[in-house]
């Protein structure tokens, strides 16, 4: 059967795209069915908490968020606390807000950039699990009704989904029995208070910037609305607060219920659901959209393996065994706040021991870790497959940095150059005499979507700074319309496989200090000309600074000199927040003809603790670690990448 | 004057108010409407603040055999009670009867004059004295004392007749009880959610099971006696599916979870104490243990005033003590309540507290709340963290005698303790020797975070509380003196 999607994704909300994106980083192709025409158009502020963020972080999605507010304290059942309680020293701990519009866009622009498709206005009539797939129904805005296939199919359709209801799913639990009545009212005064108890119910108000006011009322004891009209809520405030807001002109009418819902099972054959599709709740403090971002992170790799012939057995099973507990979990915290919030008289003294226990320290980190979707084991969501997928992408750690390769052509070089820019970096590709393999490096870079430009300069003769700059402002210049350079590798060098010391002429001698040492000296310090607060400068040296090999003695000398370098302008660059470390390969696969004589290879895979030669990968990620933000706590360190042949 | 002070109810309040009033040496009558004892076992167990008490008086050994343990429970989620590092646990399966029988043995002992088949009738409180009317065996007879304390219980007549203010909730639910003999019955100690209700199970001393059966949401019934056993039968039958109608019931009640407490606890010459003053669902016996408090608190204020050491005011302290008190313990069990009675919808609340009291430090929060240690009076201002505490359990070596700081406080008077051999701070207090004894001690290893790491000085209420402490207070020695044992006086001759 020929399928139009490795995975049908139904639902364009926050936990749809989101899930499609993670589809798509890990090898899938998705395909989205949007039933509405257009995004939600609604300002509503969405709430993201310390484990959503740390996993928009790790998929550099807080970049294309841009910055995101810190809202105040959380609540547990409307009882204040801090939720950054949950972890002082985690980056992300609190709250921070994202306006639901905006999370949509651009959540919806990662995957469409991660080249996922996504149809507006097509709504899923019919699903049928095919032996090795699924195939729906689909109503688009025009022509004929038409169907579709695909390994798997997951319903992000939220609370009212269809998928849950086309695929049969059990979705246990009850109905609401107490409900919170909200209305947007203009032309009413009312001060703002926020879960406030009276000894009818509970009152909240807040003005907006235009003058309108949002209300959120209950009245101990009263069952959900049939029909809601303001008149009901008007009465319910007037019962409650005492107060009139009759006369006010609604806006908007809504209410939520503390409803607590689950489905029995998260995937039906090759039907799974995430998000409010799974599970209904209560929506306090906006732990409903960040379950369903985490069952989409816990969800997304593996059906991206499982839907293209890559999992393990048992894969993709762990998504229930890891998820329904999550959100049976969290469905519990959430009705026992329910309880605390909907509760009137009688709640009142277990409310107050409640407010006693968030007065430790303990209590406040263990109800802010739950809240916070901190406190969930998971197995470990694997790094994203360094085999090369076109057109798929990254973890863009260095988006919009800008980053010098120096000998990136081939080899340790050319691998870093392309791990820099698979984080979102613009390289400068730079080589020596090579323009066949530094544009291949360029075209490889390029084929994964991402973006880089060659620089010819010699180095180690006159005027070869000159002309690197030269070539390498220009580029910057032309693609960011500055010449600002984030990024420094300085790993070309010239090297022969031996020579005794006694043979080795002065031309020689100078000439490996020209290239290997002498050069990446001046590159640095025009360089640091380009370089804002931030910067990172790595420089490669080699293990032969910690094993004697006395054939190679002058090349060893330049590394020793080139540690030097690092180790003192270390300290002179950290005012200006630039790291400065050097990484010392050991044996390392570098195209050389050497390396295609097993004998050879297996000799020098003797000198490995791991018993292998090192392949440029293996060194370009410890280099591409060092220029990121995570490495901003390492300078002037000698960085051993030579897969333990120091150990001795 | 007929007695200083007239007592009715001869149950755990009036009895330990007795014993205290006679320790401090003032004369007391407690008319107790029963002939004789009941011999119920109601209240069985004793918090740990109880037993410290009990232990500050030499009333221990009077027990008998009786069980301890750290296992105790917020509103049936189990909680180790041991965290609190107490010298004592708390005890259960010491019936009621026995209690009372104790107390009243001490209090005979000690010159109390206990008159039973007396009911209180009215009371006529003119201002310099009180005029109480009661019935017995030879008719009516009216009692002239200087103080009232009713200690008659839930349904107190000396409440009614004083017109003390008793707001607070109706009972909701029904709990039914028996202490049966002829039965064997797994123990479920923390009690047990069933559809539809509750059902507890604990063993008492002489083979004694007692079972406790509710069914949510029914709301009390009027009666005018105690249940047949056969309701609690049935509704045991209902509920466990094991019938016990064979067994032979030797005391079955009725109670609800009403909650109720009196707007001040004294108004003019009556005082209540007990009972009497706050009524609540029995969680973990805390009513008859708050209640043995309230009279602890009041005994020697009450002597203290009578004997002219201290002024009136000091009894304004035992209404904002003990009101407070009463509040807290009023609150925790109504929390408590809604746990036990609580049905499904009350679940998930149930899930994250029992996951909380898996930290010390919640553990620790709850286990002061339900064993009456959480309590703090307001003695003034300071930053040591024993003022206003109960005074802990602390061995002293003081010269060549090995004592401890409970055993000083037997005599039922104030301790000044100097823990630092400081001859000034003992000159201060020699004003009010004839209230205040002084004693130079040392402690041993104090336990892992005490807190009394660091301190020099205490100086405690006849009830054991801390009124003074050294480092850390606000106020001088004499200040604290004067507020609790009254103006200083130049030596005088003992009475």
Not at chain 2, 97 to 113: D, F, M, P, Q
Request: hydrophobic share 40%; with cysteine.
């Amino acid at each position: 059967m020929t399928r139009h999607a490795d995975v049908i994704v139904v639902g364009a909300g926050p936990v749809g795209l989101f899930l499609t994106a993670e589809l798509h980083t890990n090898g899938a192709r998705a395909l989205v069915l949007e039933q509405l025409a257009e995004p939600t158009s609604e300002s509503r502020a969405s709430i993201l908490h310390a484990r959503t963020m740390e996993i928009f972080a790790d998929r550099g999605l807080l970049t294309r968020l841009g910055e995101l507010p810190a809202v105040g304290p959380g609540h547990f059942g409307g009882l204040r606390f801090d939720l950054a309680a949950a972890d002082e020293e985690h980056p992300y701990a609190g709250q921070w807000e994202c306006l639901q519009n905006r999370l949509e866009v651009g959540l919806e622009r990662y995957a469409l950039d991660l080249g996922a498709e996504i149809r507006r206005g097509h709504t899923v009539t019919g699903l049928a699990q095919t032996g090795d797939g699924v195939r729906v129904e689909v109503r688009g805005p025009d022509g004929p009704p038409y169907q579709l296939t695909s390994a798997y199919l997951v319903g992000c359709d939220g609370e009212h989904s269809t998928v849950r209801r086309l695929a049969g799913f059990d979705f246990a639990g009850r109905d609401a029995d107490k409900e919170m009545l909200r209305a947007d009212v203009a032309g009413i005064a009312i001060d703002n208070r926020r879960l406030q108890r009276f000894r009818n119910g509970i009152a909240t108000a807040y003005r907006r910037p235009d003058g309108t006011t949002r209300l959120m009322v209950h009245r101990y004891g009263d069952p959900p609305a049939g029909d809601l009209d303001f008149g009901q809520v008007a009465a319910a405030w007037a019962a409650v607060t005492g107060e009139d807001v009759g006369h006010g002109r609604p806006l908007w009418l809504n209410r939520f219920g503390n409803a607590a819902r689950q489905v029995t099972e998260y995937q039906r054959g090759r039907v799974l659901l995430a998000g409010d599709a799974a599970h209904s709740q209560l929506p306090v403090g906006g732990q409903a959209l960040n379950l369903g971002l985490q069952d989409a992170a816990n969800l997304g790799w593996k059906l991206a393996h499982a839907a293209t012939g890559r999992a393990r057995p048992g894969l993709l099973a762990g998504y229930h065994a890891e998820r329904h507990p999550a959100g049976a979990r969290t469905l519990a915290n959430i009705q026992a706040q329910a309880q605390l919030l909907f509760g009137g008289e009688e709640v009142t003294a277990l409310r107050a021991v409640f407010g006693e226990l968030l007065e430790l320290g303990t209590v406040r980190r263990h109800l802010a870790s739950m809240i916070s979707g901190l406190d969930v084991q998971e197995r470990p969501r694997p790094p994203v497959s360094t085999t090369l997928i076109p057109g798929r992408s990254t973890v863009d750690r260095l988006t919009d940095k800008t980053a010098l390769v120096t000998g990136s052509s081939r080899g340790i070089g050319r691998a870093t150059a392309i791990r820099l820019a698979r984080e979102g970096a613009l390289v400068a590709v730079h080589y020596a005499t090579n323009d066949l393999a530094a544009g291949e490096t360029v075209a490889l870079i390029e084929k994964e979507g991402g973006c880089a430009f060659p620089v010819r300069a010699e180095l180690g003769v006159p005027g070869d700074m000159h002309e690197l700059f030269l070539g390498l402002e220009r580029g910057l210049k032309e693609r960011t319309g500055e010449s600002r350079l984030d990024i420094l590798v300085n790993n070309a060098g010239v090297t022969t496989t031996g020579q005794a010391p006694e043979d080795l002429t002065p031309e020689e001698f100078d000439r490996y200090f020209a290239v290997n040492a002498k050069a990446p000296y001046f590159i640095v310090q025009r360089a640091l000309e380009l370089m804002p607060e931030g910067g990172r400068i790595v420089n490669i040296s080699s293990g032969l600074t910690r094993t004697a090999n006395p054939d190679q003695l002058a090349y060893s000398m330049t590394k020793g000199a080139i540690e030097q370098l690092t180790f003192h302008l270390a300290r002179r660059l950290a005012p200006r927040g630039i790291t400065i470390n050097s990484v010392a390969p050991g044996i390392t696969n570098n195209g050389g003809a050497i390396f295609d004589i097993p004998e050879a290879v297996e000799a020098m895979s003797q000198f490995s603790a791991f018993k292998r030669i090192g392949e440029a990968g293996d060194v370009a990620d410890v280099i591409t670690f060092l220029t990121t933000d995570g490495a901003r706590w390492i300078t002037g360190a000698f960085i051993d990448a030579t897969g333990g042949t120091l150990l001795g | 004057m007929d007695a200083s002070v007239v007592v009715v109810g001869a149950g755990p309040a009036g009895l330990m108010l007795a014993g205290e009033l006679r320790l401090a040496g003032i004369d007391v009558m407690v008319l107790e409407r029963f002939p004789q004892r009941t011999g119920e076992s109601r209240g069985i167990g004793f918090t740990v603040r109880t037993m410290e008490v009990f232990d500050q008086r030499g009333l221990l050994r009077r027990l008998g055999e009786y069980q301890t343990s750290t296992m105790g429970h917020f509103g049936g989620l189990p909680l180790d009670i041991g965290v609190l590092g107490a010298a004592h646990q708390a005890a259960r399966t010491v019936p009621q009867s026995v209690t009372e029988e104790a107390l009243e043995a001490w209090a005979t002992e000690l010159g109390a004059h206990i008159r039973r088949g007396h009911e209180f009738r009215s009371l006529d409180d003119t201002g310099d004295r009180v005029t109480v009317t009661a019935s017995g065996p030879d008719g009516v007879e009216k009692i002239r004392a200087r103080y009232l304390v009713g200690c008659d219980g839930g349904r107190s007549g000396v409440r009614k007749a004083a017109g003390f203010d008793f707001p607070g909730t109706d009972a909701t639910t029904e709990m039914l009880l028996a202490d049966l003999r002829g039965v064997d019955l797994e123990p479920r100690m923390t009690g047990q959610q069933v559809g539809g209700g509750f059902v507890m199970v604990a063993k008492l001393a002489g083979g004694i099971h007692r079972v406790i059966v509710g069914e949510r949401g029914i709301p009390p019934r009027r009666r005018t006696e105690p249940p047949a056993f056969a309701e609690v039968a049935d509704l045991w039958k209902r509920f466990t599916g094991i019938d016990i109608s064979h067994a032979e019931p030797v005391w079955v009640s009725a109670f609800g979870d009403a909650t109720r407490q009196v707007t001040e606890y004294r108004r003019g010459r009556v005082l209540l104490a007990g009972d009497s003053a706050h009524v609540h669902l029995p969680a973990g016996g805390q009513g008859m243990n708050t209640s043995i408090q309230d009279s602890y608190n009041l005994g020697w204020k009450l002597a203290a005033v009578l004997r002219g050491d201290a002024p009136e005011s000091l009894l304004d302290t035992y209404h904002t003590e003990r009101h407070e008190a009463g509040a807290r313990m009023l609150a925790n069990t109504q929390a408590q309540s809604l746990l036990v009675l609580g049905g499904a919808e009350v679940q998930p609340l149930r899930a994250v507290l029992s996951e909380l009291i898996g930290y010390p430090e919640v553990a620790r929060h709850l286990a002061a709340k339900v064993s009456g240690l959480d309590i703090r009076y307001d003695v003034g201002g300071g930053t040591n963290p024993v003022l206003g505490r109960r005074m802990p359990h602390l061995p002293l070596t003081a010269g060549a005698r090995t004592t401890s700081s409970t055993e000083l406080l037997r005599p039922g008077r104030g301790v000044l303790l100097d823990l630092a051999g400081n001859a000034m701070l003992r000159r201060r207090a020699q004003d009010w020797r004839d209230r205040v004894d002084v004693v130079t001690g040392t402690a041993g290893a104090l336990p892992e975070h005490s807190p009394l790491a660091g301190t020099t000085a205490v100086l405690l209420r006849p009830d054991g509380y801390v009124a003074w402490a050294a480092p850390g207070n606000r106020q001088s020695l004499s200040s604290a003196l004067a507020r609790w044992f009254g103006p200083a006086t130049r030596p005088r001759p003992r009475r």
